[in-house]
């Protein structure tokens, strides 16, 4: 290899291996290795920024802005209270939910579909006692099926395309990769209907949530003088509460864990407690006790008050900041008095924990709380607890005409895909169903830059020879397989590589040794090139390789291997049926 293809390798390995850290926005170490390949000559100025006059990051910031103004208007969330109907039987509200909601993906942003999902499907099966957890993965992942049915599915669908025009190569079309993609998603969702009432544990249904599903740790302190003062942990009826137990109290810096029953509680004492959701919040009732954020609720005194569920997004949760770090209640105007995060033990003050993407806060705020912040890309879902109040139809016809236009206009190629996504989120705020504001915070920049830094990436693994010398180690080992065996390679390194690290970066790393291993088979480019699509797309083995994944993980009370057990069938038919389609929809 030569010199620059090794500095591309070394840049490389680094920034997967940060990437997997996922202690920091991955667009900022994305940004760095493309800038610091610049700085070492790999390459120029116009490669490392040319991605920032692509049409790709464009496109995903207008459809961004789309997707807000489609979710504001109120139109997706009755129609998923309708699809859940009136069954208690899983298998039928998975049917009845799963195969629209996959459809709806294709042409809207997965992250809104899902996020719209989840309060209306925690509140009915709240009521029917039907656990959430065996509908909020397989909402997540059919979603995640529809995002490769076209190609403004996902962001990292439109990656790909905008890579493919910075190669000199056709854009895709609209629904280029539908005959593929289609049949992946109806054969996906059908395997959840089939598969998810059997595979998925029951974590807890709705309100009657046991404490071996979603545990939320929340911190007491008892009241000098008050009525459990000088009582012992029985006495006090802290020792058999209904769906919540004390883990451990804290006196004079001392932890004390396991509480025995006989243990007197004192003034001061700090109490640790684990359980359901419903008996978290009831706990700040308990004469004797109050919360050991109090002094953060006299902000709120003389205004209604409401419990909120907060899943918190990336750019929050980078660089292992605490509550007390960011100032949690000063910024967003709302106490935290508990905590879960899924899979992992809680066992610091609430204010010292460092917060991770994914976890799940239970905020006391003003009712003003969700609609404040609902735009904020802190939080990837905000929920209230006492039930989901009805959505305010907005602009409802105005919303769907813009969309069936954008959708014919689209799909016909009358115009220009970038045309259509700027005409679309133009006239969301043109015609006021989105404020210039909403617009503004509907574009999540993190994702806009993270795609554009990556084309100066692609660029670099292709021009060092880099991409050349990995497509000529892949086709000389399973060149015995054939061309077939070559795109199942290709497919396995992204699928593996998506769980590691981010879709669009997985697909970007991999394009450049895609578009190699055509030149090296002699091949047209398309079917290795459609092969990355699905491969950093088609995420199912883990919570953390797609964002639709990490918002359900802690809202549904998850474990790790919760996605990997109902997400191994899943990957294995999409590879199997990726593997089949594609060189018959894109011949070599």
């Known amino acids: 290899m030569t010199i620059d293809a090794w500095i591309t390798l070394v840049v490389v390995v680094v920034l997967v291996a940060i990437l997997v850290w996922g202690r920091t926005l991955p667009a900022v170490p994305m940004l760095g290795a493309t800038v610091l390949l610049m700085f070492t000559g790999v390459i120029g100025s116009d490669e490392a920024f040319g991605g920032f006059s692509n049409e790709a990051p464009i496109i995903i910031a207008a459809l961004l802005v789309f997707s807000r103004g489609i979710e504001l208007s109120g139109v997706v969330q009755p129609v998923i209270g309708v699809l859940l109907g009136a069954s208690k039987r899983a298998s039928v509200q998975l049917a009845r939910l799963l195969f629209p909601l996959m459809a709806l993906s294709g042409f809207l942003n997965n992250t809104t579909i899902v996020a719209m999902s989840i309060p209306a499907i925690l509140d009915p099966s709240t009521r029917r006692r039907i656990a959430p957890s065996r509908l909020l993965m397989p909402v997540s992942y059919a979603a995640v099926l529809g995002g490769v049915i076209t190609a403004i599915g996902t962001t990292t669908n439109l990656t790909v395309s905008g890579l493919l025009v910075d190669a000199g190569l056709p854009p895709l079309d609209l629904f280029e990769i539908t005959p593929v993609g289609l049949p992946i998603a109806i054969v996906g ?187 904020s890309r802190d939080f990837l879902l905000i929920a209230p607890l006492a039930g989901i109040p009805p959505t305010q139809a907005r602009h409802t016809l105005v919303v769907a005409t813009i969309a069936v236009g954008f959708l014919v206009l689209a799909g016909l190629e009358i115009v220009p895909l970038l045309h259509a996504s700027l005409g679309a989120a133009g006239l969301m705020v043109l015609l006021r169903v989105l404020t210039i504001h909403q617009a503004r915070e509907a574009v999540d920049l993190n994702v806009v830059v993270l795609v554009a830094a990556s084309f100066g990436l692609g660029a670099a693994v292709q021009a060092s020879g880099l991409a050349g010398v990995i497509a000529s180690l892949l086709v000389g080992l399973l060149t015995p397989l054939g061309l077939i065996g070559i795109l199942a390679g290709v497919l396995l390194a992204t699928l593996a590589l998506t769980e590691l690290i981010s879709n669009n970066a997985a697909a970007v790393l991999v394009f450049p040794i895609a578009l190699a291993t055509a030149a090296t088979t002699g091949t047209d480019p398309r079917p290795f090139v459609i092969a990355v699509l699905l491969g950093a797309s088609l995420s199912f083995l883990s919570p953390i390789g797609y964002q639709t994944n990490l918002m359900v993980y802690g809202v549904g009370g998850y474990r790790f291997t919760d996605f990997t057990r109902l997400g191994v069938p899943l990957t294995i038919a999409a590879f199997v049926l990726s593997v089949i389609l594609v060189p018959l929809v894109f011949p070599f």
């Not at 205004?303 to 292992?320: I, K, P, T, Y």
């Not at 992992?344 to 994914?358: C, E, N, T, Y």
């Open 189 to 375: 969702c059908a395997l959840l209907v089939l598969l998810a009432p059997r595979l998925l544990p029951d974590r807890g249904a709705g309100l009657e949530a046991t404490t071996s599903g979603r545990d939320y740790v929340v911190v007491m302190r008892v009241l000098p003088g008050g009525p459990i003062d000088g009582k012992s942990i029985e006495d006090a009826g802290l020792r058999h509460l209904e769906g919540v137990f004390l883990v451990q109290y804290e006196r004079d810096g001392r932890q004390v864990a396991p509480a025995a029953p006989e243990d007197v509680l004192q003034g001061e004492d700090m109490l640790t407690f684990a359980g359901r959701v419903d008996q978290v919040v009831d706990l700040q009732r308990i004469a004797g006790l109050e919360s050991a954020e109090r002094r953060h609720f006299d902000a709120l005194a003389g205004r209604r008050h409401a419990f909120f569920e907060v899943v918190l997004a990336s750019e929050l949760a980078a660089g292992n900041a605490t509550l007390r770090d960011i100032g949690f209640r000063s910024r967003y105007g709302g106490a935290v008095v508990a905590i879960h995060r899924s899979g992992q033990s809680i066992d610091a003050k609430l204010g010292d924990v460092p917060l991770r993407m994914g976890d799940t806060l239970v905020v006391l705020a003003d009712q003003g709380f969700r609609d404040r912040w609902r735009d």
